[in-house]
C-alpha cells in the first residue's frame, strides 16, 4: 500500500518561508507526476504546482515566482519551497503522488494534509 507522509506546514508571518515535504511510502514500480494542492476555508481545493517525471513543472499564477517544485527521486520524495508568503497563501496542503505499483497496476495517492497559516 502506497502513503504518502507530508511535513513542514505551521505558522509564518507575512513575507516569510516554509519548506513542505511529501514521502511515499511503500513499494513503488514507478512515480510519474507528483503536485502539490490546497485548499483554503470555503474554496475549493486548488493546483499549486505539479512536477513531471522529466522534470517539467507548472504552477499556479498566484504562486509562480514565489514557490519551486522539486523532487529527488532516489528518495521518492516531493518538496514546496515557499517563500514571500502571503496571508491569501493560508490553506491546507496537499500532496499528490501518481505512479504504478507493479506493470499495469498505476495508483494515485494522497497525503494527509498540513496546514500552512500566514499571518502577522
Known amino acids: 500500500q502506497v502513503q504518502l507522509v507530508e511535513s513542514g506546514g505551521g505558522l509564518v508571518q507575512p513575507g516569510g518561508s516554509l519548506r513542505l515535504s511529501c514521502a511515499v511510502s511503500?513499494?513503488?514500480?514507478?512515480?510519474?507526476?507528483m503536485g502539490w494542492y490546497r485548499q483554503a476555508p470555503g474554496r475549493s481545493r486548488e493546483l499549486v504546482a505539479r512536477i513531471s517525471s522529466g522534470g517539467p513543472t507548472n504552477y499556479a499564477d498566484s504562486v509562480k515566482g514565489r514557490f519551486t517544485i522539486s523532487r529527488d527521486n532516489a528518495k521518492n520524495t516531493v518538496y514546496l519551497q515557499m517563500n514571500s508568503l502571503k496571508p491569501e497563501d493560508t490553506a491546507v496542503y496537499s500532496c499528490?503522488?501518481?505512479?504504478?505499483?507493479?506493470?499495469?497496476?498505476?495508483?494515485?495517492?494522497w497525503g494527509q494534509g498540513t496546514q500552512v497559516t500566514v499571518s502577522s
Open positions: 511503500g513499494s513503488v514500480l514507478s512515480i510519474s507526476a
Open positions: 499528490n503522488v501518481l505512479g504504478s505499483i507493479t506493470y499495469g497496476d498505476s495508483f494515485s495517492s
